[in-house]
């Protein structure tokens, strides 16, 4: 098993009481989880335009995550 | 569909029939058109020869939702360039209650002169005295003139800035509850306003003599379907109404694309406390309110009213580019200070991303240190009391720059960039160099090909074509009235049919799919041709150098796209 950071933006948090934006979501998943893993695991559905950024570069459904990672949850945005 | 044409030197007011070259134009495509037809491109835009046109969108008036945006056209005294700034608010949609398809503005009154355009609920147009007006900040001003001219009436007016023709001053334009916090803000098209005499124009909201529906049935139908689409896009469905527009400071951050301390970083140090997360979490602590109507006949609700600790109101709306102006670019992170520098400019008349970069070149030429908030509202406030410094804030960021002998200035054509640093989204950098506008998010933004991962955008390939697509879409849309917020609902299926239905069913007519980018492709290819006749080439056409020399961290890129690419941009 792995350890995530996980952040929410957007409207995200809302479907998680207690949410701490400071310390954000710790999680744990299997070795080599990717994205719609930690989204499944999270129960965040893919259609509502989740999107994660580590390290300031947008990942994939299919893209890995690592050991340690502090991910940022995200949604679709179009312009402001 | 007619014309009120207003001649400021003669103080004369007339309607005509719309002439038959213009008909079926409206928003950002009858103003475009009729600039590069009648406007002498090498003219003064500050004198009689400019044109200044406020023209609803092809919808505006109608019961299609959030088809309020009205288009603002002249020549642009910031940029030199053709100019269509748009501006939510009441206006579009009163206008279109009285069939009235552009406000033309012509000639100009003699100095010190000033006037008030009003038009009343049967539609009838009078110039009104407005010395007594002279000087008055935006906030006052409105609260005079709905006290003379009732609740429903919707206002554009200038302040301060405008009346003294600085070049990023603003047209500000009432919501629904009539305060002047709604503004087309970019190219200084509250100085041409200036410059005409006009101190404000003042629409009765009541009029009942809107243009014919050609099928109102299938047109009621259409719009419903449409209505729901907005609705159920989880954009303008979901995020915006919760966080509004300030719901991009964490994606873009997260992207390390945020133009941050006059765009040196890609992310600013302590934007939590400024995204939008925390500001609807401030708003609903104190008693404000997240959600609010800003505009006629909107389903969306993107706007907010900030208040301060004791819950008075400090400004609305509290938005994303201005955040990001006035708070990334300064490294201010105190939402209260940003939300006091917005009334500020609203108040003065000034456009907050023009004021916010200007700032921002003025602390990194060292006038100010990066975060001094009190310095920020000094600086401002100078422009109201017009001193030498507040004349040169008030006419933008190159002024500054000039001024101060900076080199580091982010602006394309005269106009600053927005809250999408051209390193970390290569394509928005596309957009700023080559959209006739000068640099302007809102004239095709790519952001949305990044989130969705369409696109790399730190990589130079695919760059040029999304921005051209989406350069094309956004000049079709600003033609009907729509507002950008709504308009990603187009690009569902139900929601692109039934907004083509709605149109097809006002004007009889039979366009399909394809005829929108025709549409747009139109209206670039008027504002390029008036932009060569104005003397700008393809070397107009590129960005600051700073942006291909100096990398931006976290991810240190430059600019990569090559001249030749930003020159088939337009390869229509």
């Known amino acids: 098993m792995m350890k995530v950071t996980v952040r929410l933006f957007g409207t995200l948090s809302q479907k998680f009481p207690g949410y701490d934006p400071v310390k954000g979501l710790e999680v744990e998943i299997p070795d080599g989880a990717r994205v719609k893993d930690l989204l499944a695991h999270l129960g965040i559905p893919e259609i509502k335009g989740g999107v994660a ?9 299919e893209d890995p995550l690592r050991d340690g990672a502090s991910v940022h949850l995200l949604q679709a945005v179009y312009g402001g | 569909m007619k014309f009120l044409k207003v001649n400021m030197s003669k103080k004369s007011v007339q309607f005509q029939e719309v002439p038959k070259d213009y008909v079926g134009l409206g928003g950002r495509g009858l103003t475009s058109v009729m600039i590069n037809t009648e406007v002498p491109p090498k003219c003064d835009p500050l004198g009689p020869e400019n044109k200044l046109i406020f023209a609803p969108g092809l919808l505006s008036g109608t019961n299609l939702v959030n088809t309020s945006r009205l288009s603002i056209g002249a020549k642009s ?9 748009n501006a939510g608010g009441t206006v579009a949609a009163a206008l279109g209650h009285l069939g009235i398809t552009a406000i033309i503005v012509e000639g100009q009154a003699p100095k010190g002169d000033l006037s008030i355009l009003r038009i009343d609920e049967k539609g009838e147009a009078s110039l009104l005295p407005a ?57 200084g098209l509250g100085a041409v306003m200036g410059a005409k005499g006009l101190k404000a124009i ?9 243009d014919a529906i050609a099928d109102s049935k299938t047109f009621n139908d259409a719009a419903k379907v449409f209505a729901q689409a907005i609705k159920a896009h989880p954009f303008s469905g979901q995020m915006l109404p919760a966080l509004g527009t300030a719901g991009l400071v964490a994606p873009v951050n997260s992207l390390g694309a945020f133009p941050s301390y006059n765009a040196t970083k890609g992310v600013l140090e302590g934007w939590e406390k400024i995204s939008g997360e925390n500001m609807a979490k401030i708003i609903t602590e104190r008693g404000g309110k997240t959600t609010h109507m800003g505009c006629a006949q909107c389903v969306v609700h993107c706007s907010n009213e900030y208040v301060d600790k004791q819950g008075k109101y400090m400004t609305a709306s509290l938005e994303y580019e201005t955040i990001w102006s006035m708070g990334g670019m300064t490294g201010i992170t105190d939402l209260d200070v940003i939300a006091k520098l917005d009334y500020l400019c609203d108040d003065i008349g000034l456009d907050t991303m023009s004021t916010g970069v200007a700032v921002a070149v003025a602390m990194d030429a060292g006038k100010a240190k990066f975060g001094d908030g009190e310095a920020a509202i000094r600086m401002v406030e100078e422009v109201a009391t017009g001193t030498q410094f507040g004349k040169v804030l008030g006419n933008g960021p190159a002024a500054v720059g000039k001024h101060l002998g900076h080199h580091r200035v982010p602006v394309v054509k005269g106009q600053s960039i927005a809250a999408y640093d051209p390193r970390g989204m290569q394509g928005n950098g596309v957009t700023y160099a080559t959209s006739p506008m000068g640099a302007d998010h809102t004239a095709g933004n790519v ?18 074509a999304a921005s051209r697509n989406v350069q094309i879409a956004m000049a079709a849309v600003d033609c009907t009235g729509l507002c950008l917020l709504a308009s990603f609902a187009l690009t569902t299926p139900e929601g692109g049919q039934a907004f083509l239905t709605a149109m097809n069913a006002k004007f009889g007519t039979s366009f399909g799919p394809d005829s929108i980018p025709g549409m747009g492709i139109k209206v670039l290819q008027a504002e390029r041709e008036f932009n060569r006749k104005a003397g700008f080439t393809s070397k107009d056409d590129r960005l600051p150098e700073f942006f291909y020399k100096e990398p931006l961290p976290p991810h240190n890129k430059v600019f990569l796209i090559s001249d030749a690419d930003l020159d088939s941009t337009f390869n229509f």
């Open chain 1, 53 to 61: 950024a580590v390290e300031g570069m947008i990942l994939k459904l």
């Open chain 2, 77 to 85: 005294p910031l940029t030199g360039t053709i100019k269509e700034s």
């Open chain 2, 131 to 187: 010395q007594a007006y002279k000087g008055m900040r935006t906030y006052a001003f409105a609260k005079k003139l709905l006290e003379a001219y009732g609740e429903k009436t919707a206002i554009l007016c200038i302040g301060p800035a405008g009346e003294s023709q600085l070049t990023a001053a603003s047209v500000q334009t009432t919501d629904i509850d009539g305060r002047p916090c709604r503004a087309a803000g970019r190219g």
């Open chain 2, 202 to 210: 003042v629409v009765d909201q009541r009029g009942k003599n809107a």
């Open chain 2, 447 to 464: 952001i949305g090909e990044y989130l969705s991962g369409a696109l790399d955008p730190l990589k130079a390939d695919g760059q040029v």
